[in-house]
């Protein structure tokens, strides 16, 4: 047998290699805050990095245009019906390559090209998918927009149901990627049905919490519930798809063949093996971690003095106004200061921002990764506290070496991947 079939990474690409033990490193030892990522359990790498790569499975279970499908049924049907058992849903599309497939599946499902939706504005915490000008969403359907008020920087369910009644929407799209408090669905449901419109909720940022109970399910009030699978779900990379039987046959065929060709069935084996971890009892013991995790950092950051976008959370993200009208500094800013002490974290414009995208007033911190790695509340207080500290004094080098090392020191109580992991290897880990 050639060495094709045998040979190591490490042997085969030395290049692709060494990013890859970086990349480890550089997850073990920093502080992932970064709200839409998470760490997968070895089994559910393991699930990825597998055979089920090489295999077309063009169709769904049953109903392939491709032999040798049998084993990809199997774990396809598992991953669905896993999905719908999780979600209390009718019927579940596991093919999505990603989120934003996912909803591109929906609303080629419910809207003609030109139809009218209504979605929240990015810039007060939606999605690019959920109609901005420069995506599909944004560029084939004519788009309302709703978002949150100065006052509260909450939704304001008052507003969007009067720019639903102005809209008239065939679908309006709610759930947001940096918003972190608690989604009326159940109101949105009401508003989405009083002026005929069908409802999506993109639940991809709070999966977990509400596959758990932790927060109000979309499913009884929303034609279709579309989530990735990598954030809270704490699954691999991809996209999910939930609906109403009466839909599913048309949500089949938006994702296969309308929008997708063959699904990535090494991804649907890890999703099934994500959904399983999902089902098991500790995956909600879990999600109220991360819950009461971001509340204690909340506080912190909040009683050292900085402005948190809606005063608090409800779920999994703290939106953090940094900039303060100028008192502060750019969220640009504060992620590299804090990037620059191993805290990974993202600018992230906040309502009404006053600077560009790209610069942002904010940052948005998450805690479904740290909540992995086993941190609790006692780390959060460090954490809010060290995060505080870089940036009220971001040009500081002794701030910033202090936190290296506290950063150091905390990460290093909380192991993983301990196969993954390499020693530093001289050359090997050299990037040149
Ligand atoms: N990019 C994702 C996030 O960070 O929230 C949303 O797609």
Redesign the pocket.
């Known amino acids: 047998m050639s060495d094709f079939f045998t040979a190591n990474i490490s042997e085969a690409d030395p290049i692709v290699s060494n990013a890859i033990d970086n990349e480890v490193r550089r997850q073990t030892e920093g502080l992932e805050l ?3 990522e998470n760490f997968v359990s070895e089994a559910v790498l393991q699930a990825m990095g597998t055979v089920f790569t090489n295999k077309y499975a063009e169709g769904y279970p049953g109903k392939r245009y491709y032999g040798g499908c049998e084993f990809a049924d199997v774990v396809e049907n598992l991953a669905i019906d896993r999905a719908t058992q999780l979600f209390g849903a009718e019927h579940a599309n596991v093919q999505p390559h990603a ?2 497939q996912a909803n591109m599946a929906v609303l080629m499902t419910a809207l003609d090209h030109g139809d009218q939706i209504l979605g929240m504005n990015l810039s007060h915490g939606g ?2 998918t959920h109609g901005h000008p420069l995506n599909f969403s944004g560029i084939n359907y004519k788009v309302a927009d709703y978002g949150v008020s100065r006052d509260t920087e909450q939704i304001d369910y008052d507003e969007l149901e009067r720019i639903a009644e102005e809209s008239k929407p065939k679908l309006l799209i709610c759930g947001a ?2 918003y972190p408090r608690t989604i009326d669905f159940e109101r949105i449901g009401e508003i989405g049905r009083s002026v005929g419109a069908k409802i999506m909720a993109d639940i ?2 709070i999966a977990g919490l509400v596959a758990t109970g932790l927060h109000p399910s979309p499913v009884p009030h929303c034609e279709f519930v579309t989530t ?1 699978t990598h954030k809270t779900l704490r699954g691999p990379r991809g996209g999910l798809i939930l609906c109403r039987e009466e839909f599913a046959a048309d949500v089949n065929r938006s994702v296969f063949p309308g929008t997708q060709g063959g699904p990535l069935v090494h991804i649907i084996a890890a999703k099934a093996v994500a959904f399983g971890e999902a089902l098991r009892d500790d995956f909600k013991i879990y999600q109220q971690q991360i819950i009461d995790n971001a509340r204690v950092l909340a506080t912190t950051l909040s009683d050292a003095g900085l402005r948190l976008v809606s005063g608090g959370t409800d779920n999994h993200l703290v939106l953090v106004d940094v900039f303060m009208d100028g008192k502060g500094i750019t969220g640009k800013a504060a992620e590299k200061a804090l990037g620059d002490v191993e805290i990974t974290v ?1 600018k992230n414009t906040i309502p009404f921002d006053t600077q560009k995208p790209f610069i942002a007033s904010g940052i948005r911190l998450g805690t479904p990764a740290l909540t992995t790695r086993g941190m609790k509340e006692a780390d959060m207080r460090l954490i809010g506290k060290m995060i505080a500290s870089v940036i009220q004094d971001p040009e500081s080098e002794e701030v910033k070496a202090r936190v290296r090392r506290d950063v150091a020191e905390l990460t290093a109580k909380f192991p993983m991947y301990p196969d993954r992991l390499k020693e530093p290897h001289g050359d090997a880990v050299s990037m040149s």
């Open positions: 970064i709200a839409s989120g934003a999605h690019l990627s940096a991809a940022h990735t993202n």
